[in-house]
């Protein structure tokens, strides 16, 4: 079995993509056509939290106040009823605001949560806009910052997958600062915490795509992931149909070299393992 679990209705544009366009039937339908060509039999989406009125309880950032339109039951209720796509969310590990957004999964029937850490403090790492490399931070504070939250958020149990492990990396070593020496000192960070929640961890191929033009995470993540015994989640973070299951080949490359065979797949938040294929 192939999945495709973290995937969005729409690109993060947000005075573009309203919901009365994004979020139908016929809209979903494209993502299903463009998985089934690529062999992808396990689909589901996971619309960004903060684009749904109800984040604002868990966090005030300008871009999720800027970005909550849209209702979060009514997305809930459109794709258990007019789609035949699992029911996801990414939600953001904000510290301070664990119970909150606890709160906001736990009134929801998801088949699975995919957690994210795109903010460290209220500077992004993915987002030029708000960019934490401008705030004046080391490289060696930000990253250290973000792979302590990473550990926090797999022990925080509200997750079920842990998305873009090593999203610190987006702007790659050119365009941003960048440490110096091996980066498995900041991996070890978070691997005990990883390893002792059980969370499956997410292999993406959407930093492909991105500055840094690397799977998410970088390869020696990966071993110690797999070492520690996670299950693992593939998904391509697709924001249109054409980018659903991209470069998978180089994803299921890389399972097979590690000896992965399996894939976690969910459903109402129980995980089972199916093979590869
Ligand atoms: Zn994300
Ligand atoms: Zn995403």
Request: glycine share 8%.
């Amino acid at each position: 079995m192939l999945t495709d679990y973290h995937v969005h209705l729409r690109p993060d544009h947000v005075e573009a993509t309203p919901a009365e366009r994004y979020l139908t039937a016929a809209n979903a339908e494209r993502y299903r056509a463009s998985a089934t060509e690529c062999g992808i039999e396990e689909l589901g989406v996971a619309e960004h939290v903060y684009r749904f009125t109800q984040a604002l309880e868990v966090w005030q950032h300008e871009l999720w106040r800027h970005s909550a339109r849209d209702d979060l039951d009514a997305y809930c209720a459109f794709v258990r009823a007019e789609t035949d796509l699992k029911l996801g969310i990414e939600a953001d590990f904000i510290p301070g605001g664990e119970d909150r957004m606890a709160e906001l999964l736990a009134a929801r029937d998801f088949d699975y949560v995919v957690g994210s850490i795109h903010f460290v403090g209220d500077g992004a790492l993915d987002y030029d806009r708000y960019d934490i490399w401008s705030a004046g931070s080391s490289p060696e504070k930000v990253w250290s910052t973000y792979f302590e939250w990473l550990g926090q958020a797999a022990a925080s149990g509200m997750f079920d997958i842990l998305a873009h492990p090593d999203l610190v990396k987006y702007w790659g070593p050119v365009q941003r600062p960048w440490p110096e020496g091996d980066p498995r000192r900041f991996y070890a960070i978070a691997m005990e915490a990883i390893a002792e929640s059980g969370i499956a961890v997410e292999l993406s191929t959407a930093g492909l795509r991105k500055p840094v033009g690397e799977l998410y995470p970088a390869r020696a993540f990966l071993e110690m992931v797999v070492d520690a015994g996670n299950p693992i989640a593939l998904s391509s973070d697709a924001h249109t149909p054409e980018d659903l299951g991209r470069d998978y080949d180089q994803a299921l490359a890389l399972l097979a070299e590690l000896g992965v065979g399996e894939l976690a797949v969910f459903e109402r938040r129980g995980r089972r393992l199916e093979p590869i294929g």
